[in-house]
T-cell receptor
Framework: DAKTTQPTSMDCAEGRAANLPCNHS???????VYWYRQIHSQGPQYIIH???NNETNEMASLIITEDRKSSTLILPHATLRDTAVYYC???????????FGAGTTVTVRA | EPEVTQTPSHQVTQMGQEVILRCVPI?????FYWYRQILGQKVEFLVS????????KSEIFDDQFSVERPDGSNFTLKIRSTKLEDSAMYFC??????????FGSGTQLSVL
């Protein structure tokens, strides 16, 4: 029961910004958009989340469209260590468990 | 930064044997989770735990599985009689009232 759609894979050049799209056209008004990533065989790692406004932290920026039907995760200066599977997850406010999809496999190339 | 610790990192067992996977959540966290990831597949929710009881469990979490917080610091997942299809990476996670889940580095369970 996928709530999000992400590209299967994408490549990015080291040092450049990586823009990861996510579609969530059925998102409800009170549902959050979360991003996690999983570096090879490690546990998922929280990146950022938002509701309506754009958000930025030390790892990334999250841009949510005004209609909230899609979002973009931006890694401003990708490094080789950013190679990972990136998951876009829609979460209801009263449901803290996360439902992971297949994510986007991002490969950062030197 | 505090982290969720899981032991062992690898566990090999024979089919039909019992295994216990151990996790030490972050010390001030109150909500605990187990997930699993079969090789090449998605990360799947198994169970959530709060205030010494299961809050929610998935259909995967059948009678062969149990969880326990035996001593106020550890959080364990027991599989009573392992099957070949239980082979997977098992992740423990925890959180405070904050929305962020912190995951451990996982235990790779191999059932032979």
């Amino acid at each position: 029961d996928a709530k999000t759609t992400q590209p299967t894979s994408m490549d990015c050049a080291e040092g450049r910004a990586a823009n990861l799209p996510c579609n969530h056209s059925t998102i409800s008004g009170n549902e959050y958009v979360y991003w996690y990533r999983q570096i090879h065989s490690q546990g998922p790692q929280y990146i950022i989340h938002g509701l309506k406004n754009n958000e930025t932290n030390e790892m990334a920026s999250l841009i949510i469209t005004e209609d909230r039907k899609s979002s973009t995760l931006i890694l401003p200066h990708a490094t080789l260590r950013d190679t990972a599977v990136y998951y876009c997850i829609v979460r209801s406010p009263d449901d803290y468990k996360l439902s992971f999809g297949a994510g986007t496999t991002v490969t950062v190339r030197a | 930064e505090p982290e969720v610790t899981q032991t062992p990192s690898h566990q090999v067992t024979q089919m039909g044997q019992e295994v216990i996977l151990r996790c030490v959540p972050i010390s001030n966290h109150l909500y605990f989770y187990w997930y699993r990831q079969i090789l090449g597949q998605k990360v799947e929710f198994l169970v959530s735990f709060y205030n010494n009881e299961i809050s929610e469990k998935s259909e995967i979490f059948d009678d062969q599985f149990s969880v326990e917080r035996p001593d106020g610091s550890n959080f364990t997942l027991k599989i009573r009689s392992t099957k070949l299809e239980d082979s997977a990476m098992y992740f423990c996670a925890s959180r405070t009232d904050n929305e962020k889940l912190f995951f451990g580095s996982g235990t790779q369970l191999s059932v032979l």
